[in-house]
T-cell receptor
Framework: EAQVTQNPRYLITVTGKKLTVTCSQN?????MSWYRQDPGLGLRQIYY???????DKGDVPEGYKVSRKEKRNFPLILESPSPNQTSLYFC???????????FGEGSWLTVV | AQSVTQLDSQVPVFEEAPVELRCNYS??????LFWYVQYPNQGLQLLLK??????LVKGINGFEAEFNKSQTSFHLRKPSVHISDTAEYFC????????????FGAGTRLAVHP
């Protein structure tokens, strides 16, 4: 079954404690990205990756890092989380440009 | 740059009634258009997409949307809704020929009442 898998699904953490949200896809997709969803704002892109070792900033990259060492994985790193990063995060992937984009089930992150 | 406006934040409707969720977009280049649905506590599922060709697009679960280039709109419709259609619906665009970045609207919460 085609899947985009995110972990953890739910996390409460404290300000400043580094955390990583993992994302893995089993479809051999080249393109992966991270979005955050906030009430009244829809989803906004944080970072994207066109392929292994190729990443770039989206619309709201501040406070986040990513890496793409393997094709299937695209972790989102919050080096020093702050309360304004409390949000619902989605990982997404697609085979290449123009193809259907598949989303993970989301990761609820609360920073206190 | 592109932007997407979903004109209604909430749409209440009775079961078996028709519904239209409105979406307008702004872009200086040609775009692809999408509708996604998010059921409570779930991820996003693609309902339908317009890439090219016929302006009337049919999707899953009986939904359809019509691309109107002159009005820069992509409204979503269903002739008869069910309780199970209660969800949040997102309209999105991406630039043709660009990388796969989706620009989303703020979402419309569809509440179907018995």
């Amino acid at each position: 079954e085609a899947q985009v898998t995110q972990n953890p699904r739910y996390l409460i953490t404290v300000t400043g404690k580094k955390l990583t949200v993992t994302c893995s896809q089993n479809m051999n997709h080249e393109y992966m990205s991270w979005y955050r969803q906030d009430p009244g704002l829809g989803l906004r892109q944080i970072y994207y990756s066109m392929n292994v070792e190729v990443t770039d900033k989206g619309d709201v990259p501040e406070g986040y890092k990513v890496s793409r060492k393997e094709k299937r994985n695209f972790p989102l790193i919050l080096e020093s989380p702050s309360p304004n990063q409390t949000s619902l995060y989605f990982c997404a992937s697609s085979l290449t440009i123009g193809n259907t984009i598949y989303f993970g089930e989301g990761s609820w992150l609360t920073v206190v | 740059a592109q932007s997407v406006t979903q004109l209604d934040s909430q749409v209440p409707v009775f079961e078996e009634a028709p519904v239209e969720l409105r979406c307008n977009y702004s872009s200086s280049v040609s775009v692809y258009l999408f509708w996604y649905v998010q059921y409570p506590n779930q991820g996003l599922q693609l309902l339908l997409k317009y890439l090219s060709g016929s302006t009337l697009v049919k999707g899953i679960n009986g939904f359809e949307a019509e691309f109107n280039k002159s009005q820069t709109s992509f409204h979503l419709r269903k002739p008869s809704v069910h309780i199970s259609d209660t969800a949040e619906y997102f309209c999105a665009v991406s630039e043709k020929g660009g990388y796969n970045k989706l620009i989303f609207g703020a979402g419309t919460r569809l509440a179907v009442h018995p």
